[in-house]
């Protein structure tokens, strides 16, 4: 005849399996990764990947998105930016704040078209913009330009006045540039002659650290920015490739030393991340970066010399 056994003895199968569960929370309590590891809350999308102004079938120009608790910071806004977004699924109603690196064409050119666009869909809430002068200007001449049609959606669809919610920034040193609940931004200067300024922009978010070059030959205050950085995304030259397409050109030496003076190969930007002692790198606005296309593996063995981090080769539409 088996023997009852009393309710709190160890050798009953309900109390013993109620001691292996708390035994089993206590030891996840105990070790917090990755039993217990958090959603990550900040994610980082590459809108745009092609470097320099022209159109290319392959890739879009520079833009990227960093989207926090659902909250979106566009860094840069070349051509297409807008529709990119709505590629990669991202509500254009949730852009809160919009940086541009510098006034160059292949990063400003849909600076207005993306704000005029984000609220003919459904944007409704004001947006801060941060860059070199002339923003305001340009944010007032923008307006201007498209104030018939503006007109008329305000009082054809019953859309809030566009101009109150945009509200400029500009930025002509270096520091800390907005802080909310969700990221803190910093600006550094960097060097892509004759843009001046022209700046890098670290986002401290809650769970990581990404670091958006810019425009910039290889730069000791970029350096300083990315230290320790999770993730550096930076633009990225192959010169092989670059020799090869400007042989064909009457100024080729001028065109190569431009290029040299103000962007940064690919075996230098190995040397930045390096130096900076980031974890990721992701190379971005690739030059050359039209067709035909240089592969991964060109990239990958160009750079790969020079930083033993994990090495991201960018993509548009891309999510890190
Ligand atoms: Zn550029
Ligand atoms: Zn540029």
């Known amino acids: 005849m088996p023997v009852p056994t009393h309710k709190n003895d160890p050798s009953n199968p309900t109390r013993r399996r109620l001691l292996q569960a708390a035994a089993l929370t206590l030891a996840a309590a105990a070790c917090p990764l990755p039993l217990l590891a958090a959603a990550p809350r900040s994610r980082l999308i590459l809108l745009g990947t092609a470097g320099g102004p022209t159109p290319k079938p392959n890739r879009a120009a520079p833009a990227q998105a960093i989207v926090v608790d659902g909250v979106i910071y566009v860094i840069d806004c070349g051509n297409g930016v807008a529709r990119q977004m709505v590629l990669a699924e991202l509500k254009l109603d949730a852009i809160r704040n919009v940086f541009i690196t510098h006034q160059h064409s292949d990063h400003n050119a849909d600076y207005g078209n993306l704000l005029w666009l984000a609220w003919a869909a459904t944007l409704k809430t ?95 205050n970029l350096i300083t920015l ?72 060109t990239w990958r063995d160009a750079v790969r010399p020079h930083f033993k981090g994990k090495l991201v080769i960018g993509r548009d539409l891309l999510e890190l």
């Open 126 to 220: 004001r947006v801060d913009t941060w860059g070199p002068p002339p923003l305001k200007e340009m944010t007032r001449l923008f307006l201007a330009m498209n104030d018939s049609d503006i007109q008329t959606r305000i009082a054809d669809e019953g859309r809030p006045p566009l101009a109150p919610l945009i509200v400029p920034h500009e930025l002509t040193t270096a520091g800390v540039v907005m802080q909310d609940e969700r990221v803190k931004v910093t600006a550094a200067l960097v060097q892509h002659p004759p843009v001046v300024p022209s700046f890098a922009y670290r986002f401290d978010c809650p769970d990581r650290s990404i670091v958006i070059s810019g425009d910039t030959r290889p730069s000791d």
């Open 226 to 297: 990315a230290h320790n950085a999770d993730v550096l995304v930076h633009e990225v030259m192959y010169m092989p490739a670059l020799d090869r397409l400007i042989a064909s050109e009457p100024d080729a030496k001028h065109l190569r030393e431009h290029l040299l003076a103000s962007h940064t190969s690919a075996e230098q930007v190995g040397r930045v991340a390096t130096a900076a002692g980031v974890k990721t790198l992701v190379l971005s606005h690739f030059v050359p970066g039209g067709l035909p296309a240089i592969s991964d593996e």
